[in-house]
């Protein structure tokens, strides 16, 4: 059985860091990405960043490039989201999902990657104080 579980989400004040975690299993082979998405109230889900667990490109929405990294440790299957000088529009609930076997076009096109995501995680609530 496939599962993805997030943790790392909080409150934090504007300007504040958080790191969020996709802890994988059930995937047996490296050929996978993991994209990260976030949910506002009353509004659709949103791609923000997705990268190949094998390595090469990675791919961000507009609105967090330069303050949002993504980056994976194969040593426990964990695919990290850092998320640097946070902002209160930066409030959601955050997701990541996987999408196998692994086509950079669909991680490359961040608006759409969601629907082309083969299983999802929970989420993680994170809120961003003004």
């Known amino acids: 059985e496939v599962q993805l579980v997030e943790s790392g989400g909080g409150l934090v004040q504007a300007g504040g860091s958080l790191r969020l975690s996709c802890k994988v299993s059930?995937?047996?082979?490296?050929?996978?990405?993991i994209g990260w998405f976030r949910q506002a109230p009353g509004k659709e889900r949103e791609g923000v960043s997705c990268?190949?667990?094998?390595?090469?490109?990675?791919y961000y929405a507009d609105s967090v490039k330069g303050r949002f990294t993504i980056y994976s440790a194969k040593s426990n299957k964990t695919v990290y989201l850092q998320m640097d000088s946070l902002k209160p529009e930066d409030t959601a609930v955050y997701f990541c999902?996987?999408?196998?076997?692994?086509?950079?076009?669909?991680?490359?096109?961040?608006?759409?990657?969601?629907?082309?995501?083969?299983?999802w995680g929970k989420g993680t609530q994170v809120t961003v104080s003004s």
């Open positions: 990268m190949g667990v094998r390595g090469g490109s990675k």
């Open positions: 999902a996987a999408d196998t076997p692994y086509f950079k076009e669909v991680c490359a096109e961040i608006a759409t990657m969601k629907w082309y995501m083969d299983y």
């Open positions: 059930g995937l047996t082979f490296d050929d996978y990405a």
